[in-house]
T-cell receptor, first 111, second 114 residues
Framework: NAGVTQTPKFRILKIGQSMTLQCAQDMNHNYMYWYRQDPGMGLKLIYYSVGAGITDKGEVPNGYNVSRSTTEDFPLRLELAAPSQTSVYFC??????????FGPGTRLTVT | DQQVKQNSPSLSVQEGRISILNCDYTNSMFDYFLWYKKYPAEGPTFLISISSIKDKNEDGRFTVFLNKSAKHLSLHIVPSQPGDSAVYFCAARENTGTASKLTFGTGTRLQVTL
């Protein structure tokens, strides 16, 4: 099992550009999540999904969109990138409603 | 308003001694608490958890204690090893009936010295 995979590992965007952060899991987990971690801060939930076709907002959803067309994939879309979106992004998945498994992260810089 | 707080940004402990990492919370609706460990350039990995109906959970060198009346939990690592050097995040779950949305603390960087 690869677990949770994320691509790309690093990305530099110019202000106003768009991109999609990819996340995939091979553990057949129903629940998937996107977090961001800013320097010196904890992880904050952006969006989550309880199954294919079902998504909902987390604590900091503004500027992001998600979709969940399959159990395995949960891409995060950034439209009109802003410097405030410079962060490390983590995708996670879970089978039950407690323990989450995290991917290695995508480090995004918007300049 | 930070519902989960880790007030010590860093901690240095000698190899073989006990490491104690602390976490405070404010939300009485949290029903599960977890500790995650994070190495640089990697995602967090689950370490240990405790339900709000328990006051202690042990797994090898790691023990988590929960004091509900004080809204405080702590992670004890005995004995500490150099490989334990990492950032430790405390997280709490509120049982909303949907997915397990976790609220994370800001982390404590543990350095285990030789």
């Amino acid at each position: 099992n690869a677990g949770v995979t994320q691509t790309p590992k690093f990305r530099i965007l110019k202000i106003g550009q768009s991109m999609t952060l990819q996340c995939a899991q091979d553990m057949n987990h129903n629940y998937m999540y996107w977090y961001r971690q800013d320097p010196g801060m904890g992880l904050k939930l952006i969006y989550y999904s309880v199954g294919a076709g079902i998504t909902d907002k987390g604590e900091v959803p503004n500027g992001y969109n998600v979709s969940r067309s399959t159990t395995e994939d949960f891409p995060l879309r950034l439209e009109l990138a802003a410097p405030s979106q410079t962060s490390v992004y983590f995708c996670a998945s879970s089978y039950g409603r407690v323990q989450q498994y995290f991917g290695p992260g995508t480090r995004l810089t918007v300049t | 308003d930070q519902q989960v707080k880790q007030n010590s940004p860093s901690l240095s402990v000698q190899e073989g001694r006990i490491s104690i990492l602390n976490c405070d919370y404010t939300n009485s609706m949290f029903d599960y608490f977890l500790w995650y460990k994070k190495y640089p350039a990697e995602g967090p990995t689950f370490l240990i958890s405790i339900s709000s109906i328990k006051d202690k959970n042990e797994d090898g060198r790691f023990t988590v204690f929960l004091n509900k009346s004080a809204k405080h939990l702590s992670l004890h690592i005995v004995p500490s090893q150099p490989g334990d050097s990492a950032v430790y995040f405390c997280a709490a779950r509120e049982n909303t009936g949907t997915a397990s949305k976790l609220t994370f603390g800001t982390g404590t960087r543990l350095q285990v010295t030789l």
